[in-house]
């Protein structure tokens, strides 16, 4: 199975911070990766696709990038609201079977 | 919108087998591009993906359960649905059910808790 692994496991921040995640295949999965936001109590929600593409309506303080390496992503939050205190999931969608990294918690510091 | 809705027992004894319903609405289950999705969360753990469908039939299922798993669709009442026999207590966990546009999931539902316990 393809690997996901998101670091870090927890991240502490504030409203109005930029946060990374990171998330990092032991396999290439090209730029087959999307991104989830779950919050307690409820499933998670679909925020970018293919690596970079933002889901229609998720706000653009959002974003993903790839690498050449095809095996590294990021998700960014570029000034963090208090609905985005959640955890955060990537998937690969090309490798099967289909893969979750174990969670980032963004909490609050 | 396309709304999905899992239904099913919460509770189910050990070594018997797991029937769970996902009815769409808001849409056709007969739809090309989508795969409908089984998703499982372990107590305060992460993702797992089960499997998919497509209307046409295809499935693929993870090959950790696939002994265990039938996932099947039912057009006629626009839900698929998922097997899962002879259950453990490492079968308690969060289902939820989910489209897939492709692959990634885009509308999910709330999810319903299945406890396997005597």
């Known amino acids: 199975d393809t690997q996901m692994t998101q670091s870090p496991s927890t991240l502490s921040a504030s409203v109005g911070d930029r946060v990374t995640i990171t998330c990092r295949a032991n396999?290439?999965?090209?730029?087959?990766v999307a991104w989830y936001k779950q919050t307690p109590g409820k499933p998670p929600k679909l925020l970018i696709y293919?690596?970079?593409?933002?889901e229609r309506g998720v706000s653009s303080r959002f974003s993903g990038t790839d690498s050449a390496s095809e095996t590294e992503f990021t998700l960014t939050i570029s000034s963090l609201q208090p609905d985005d205190f959640a955890t955060y999931y990537c998937?690969?969608?090309?490798?099967?079977?289909?893969?979750f990294g174990q969670g980032t918690k963004v909490d609050v510091k | 919108q396309v709304v999905v809705q899992e239904s099913g027992p919460g509770l189910v004894k050990p070594s018997e087998t797991l029937s769970l319903s996902c009815t769409v609405s808001?849409?056709?289950?007969?739809?090309?591009?989508?795969?409908w999705t089984w998703i499982r969360q372990h107590p305060e753990k992460g993702l797992e993906w089960i499997g998919f469908?497509?209307?046409?039939?295809?499935?693929s299922y993870n090959p950790a359960l696939k002994n265990r798993l039938t996932i099947s669709v039912d057009a006629s009442e626009n839900r698929f649905s998922l097997k899962l026999t002879s259950l453990t207590a490492a079968d308690t966990a969060l289902y939820f059910c989910?489209?897939?546009?492709?692959?990634?999931?885009?509308?999910w539902g709330q999810g319903t808790l299945v406890t396997v316990s005597s």
């Open positions: 469908i497509h209307f046409r039939g295809r499935t």
């Open positions: 293919k690596a970079t593409t933002l």
């Open positions: 998937q690969q969608y090309v490798n099967f079977p289909l893969t």
């Open positions: 989910a489209r897939g546009r492709g692959y990634p999931l885009d509308s």
């Open positions: 396999e290439t999965v090209s730029n087959w």
């Open positions: 808001g849409g056709s289950i007969n739809t090309d591009g989508f795969y």
